[in-house]
């Protein structure tokens, strides 16, 4: 069965150039060229993938992936944004974007994009499986693998699937310095095309949700490599 790609773009030719070009490559293809009317068609029909443009009529795209994030949709989302619009990338990624495309962009790349973000996103059921049975303390955190759920004083933290496994596999580490490569390759895939600020980006949203707890782990950066986790002290024990 085709895999099912909505496309929510208002731009007509760069929508028909994403159809036409998805529709050759085997994926059932929906076009929808309204923000409002394109998260209502996420929202009532299932999909493999979306890919979502910011500037939209009607509502616009951060307001989509918002509304989908917290109603539980976690259908895998590749954002397209303005040229030079760091801004715009660092916003659809905290939102709780898979990839991003800049524009003007080559099909080519779209495609290979498209197809690494299913094939990650197939393969998270399988990843981190080795401590699937059990829970995982560390200070004020206990962490639950197979539920892909964090414990903080007795509160779930509102933790995406990325962000989750960033945690699990630096927990399973303390103390040692886990570079940006090591985080991209393990939780985004040896052939996730994105940069390195997507690993920065779910590190730092990481952060704020953890600052909670008054013996929360810590994420320390290590200047120039990268990320080390760090377990809360004792009370009483020595600095």
């Known amino acids: 069965m085709s895999q099912k790609v909505l496309v929510i773009e208002d731009e007509p030719t760069l929508a028909r150039l994403l159809s036409y070009n998805l529709s050759q490559e085997g994926y059932d293809t929906t076009v929808i060229d309204h923000g409002a009317e394109g998260l209502q068609v996420a929202m009532q029909r299932s999909f493999d993938l979306i890919i979502l443009d910011i500037m939209l009529p009607g509502m616009n795209g951060f307001e989509i992936l918002s509304r989908l994030r917290q109603s539980g ?5 590749i954002v397209l944004t303005a040229r030079n619009a760091e801004e715009e990338v ?98 985004w895939g040896f052939d ?18 953890l600052e909670l707890g008054q013996q929360s782990v810590e994420i320390e950066s290590i200047r120039g490599v990268g990320y080390k986790l760090v377990m809360p002290r004792k009370l009483g024990s020595p600095k």
Not at 73 to 77: D, F, I, K, L, Y
Not at 126 to 152: C, F, H, M
Not at 175 to 180: F, K, L
Not at 192 to 209: A, C, E
Request: charged share 25%.
């Open 73 to 77: 949709n976690r259908t895998p989302v």
């Open 90 to 187: 660092v916003q659809g990624l905290k939102r709780g974007a898979d990839d991003y495309m800049t524009k003007p962009f080559g099909v080519a790349e779209l495609l290979a994009r498209v197809s690494a973000v299913l094939r990650r996103t197939g393969q998270d059921d399988a990843q981190l499986t080795e401590s699937n049975d059990k829970v995982i303390t560390a200070g004020d955190l206990s962490i639950y693998p197979e539920r892909y759920e964090v414990i903080l004083n007795g509160e779930t933290v509102p933790l995406r699937p990325k962000e989750f496994e960033v945690l699990l596999y630096l927990v399973q580490r303390p103390g040692v310095v886990v570079t940006r490569d090591d985080l991209m390759n393990v939780v």
């Open 192 to 209: 996730y095309i994105g940069g390195q600020r997507t690993v920065d980006v779910h590190v730092s949203s990481l952060r704020k949700k």
